[in-house]
């Protein structure tokens, strides 16, 4: 057992985190994500939501302070009526753990985000039932 990490940041996980450097993105994808087909490096986060996994990341990992927009979002697809309160709680989160709050989350439309997703340096699988609960994470430095 070790101090201070949160018990839903599983060992592969803080691995992962750990090996990441500074720039690295980290997808967090919701159930409906294709992450198995799209991660280099997949981990899974089975009974865990986004924003949950996100809070607990946020414990350990700094978001990168040299990009305007270190926290991307999916965009809702046009027409689409739903309304994605998973992105409500996740911009919660990030106020929470970054002085720039809500300035810090950006969003990108659904296949460019699947683009971006496919290059980063892991994939994170979450079981979040909300739709357009995908976001990546842009990590920073160690100050």
């Known amino acids: 057992m070790l101090r201070g990490i949160p018990d839903v940041i599983s060992p592969e996980l803080l691995k992962v985190l750990h090996e990441m450097g500074h720039g690295d993105d980290l997808v967090i994808g919701d159930s409906n994500y294709p992450a198995a087909s799209n991660a280099r490096i997949l981990v899974r986060a089975d009974g865990h939501g986004v924003p949950e996994m996100l809070e607990a990341i946020l414990k350990l990992f700094p978001l990168d ?26 911009r919660k989160v990030v106020r929470a753990n970054d002085p720039r709050g809500d300035a810090a989350v950006g969003t990108i439309e659904r296949f460019a985000f699947y683009e971006r997703a496919k290059a980063a340096y892991a994939i994170l699988a979450t079981t979040e039932k909300c739709a357009y609960g995908c976001i990546i994470i842009k990590k920073g430095v160690i100050h």
């Open 65 to 90: 302070t040299f990009v305007d927009k270190p926290v991307t979002l999916m965009q809702v697809v046009p027409g689409d009526p739903t309304l994605p309160e998973v992105q409500d709680r996740v």
